[in-house]
């Protein structure tokens, strides 16, 4: 039962602690470990789901978790992978149900599909893309800005109140108190410059 305890807290606690506290030496328990080779297999798989579980950010199911071993050649089968994560309650996190974001039913304009899957276009900067996505967000968020107009406005500060944010503004004329949002767009706009005058000096030439 000491070795078994031992086998079960090693990757935690140094093996020689453990040892003292449980007054067992460690020999015994290696001895141990070679009379039950079944037992230390199962301990072996036991660490490599949980090191792909962990490595998923705990998303990963039994399944995924079956392939991820069977990719780096552990021999295993499936459920024994599912009998082991049942046994030691490792789950996979369930995904959310999908939920739609864009909206085609309107009456504004809509521009023609030139793309058309053809997103290679044998050079940079011929084709960009956009979409939105959407971020489940906890209650309480702080949303911090300056105390221009538009943050001001009854608009934005219903929409807000709207996803149960909290809302933080600047001291007046004080830059420094929103100093890492002002810092990334003076270098998102100079990496933007930089591009649009490249492209236009390529434009150039090729002229």
């Known amino acids: 039962m000491k070795y078994a305890f031992i086998k079960g807290y090693w990757a935690s606690f140094p093996l020689r602690t453990l040892c ?3 007054r067992v030496s460690r020999s015994g328990y290696y001895a141990w470990l070679r009379r ?3 037992r230390n297999k199962r301990f072996e ?3 490599a789901i949980r090191d792909v579980h962990k490595t998923s950010r705990r998303s990963y199911g039994s399944p995924r978790i079956f392939k991820a071993l069977r990719n780096a050649e552990v021999s295993v089968g499936k459920s024994t992978v599912e009998r082991v994560m049942r046994e030691h309650n490792i789950r996979g996190k369930k995904r959310r149900g999908f939920k739609r974001t ?3 039913r309107h009456d504004m304009p809509i521009a023609e ?3 058309n899957r053809q997103f290679d276009r044998g050079a940079k900067n011929r084709v960009w893309l956009s979409d939105i996505t959407y971020l489940r967000l906890k209650n309480g968020l702080l949303l911090h800005s300056d105390r221009g107009s538009q943050y001001a406005s009854d608009d934005y500060r219903n929409l807000i109140k709207s996803f149960q944010m909290v809302q933080s503004m600047s ?3 004080n830059c420094w108190d929103n100093a890492p949002m002002e810092s990334f767009f003076r270098h998102t706009q100079k990496q933007s410059s930089s591009t649009i005058r490249s492209l236009k000096m390529h434009t150039r030439l090729k002229r």
């Open 102 to 104: 864009t909206d085609s």
């Open 171 to 173: 001291r007046r004329g």
């Open 45 to 47: 798989l036991l660490t």
């Open 113 to 115: 599909n030139i793309v």
């Open 36 to 38: 039950h080779p079944r």
């Open 20 to 22: 003292l506290i449980l």
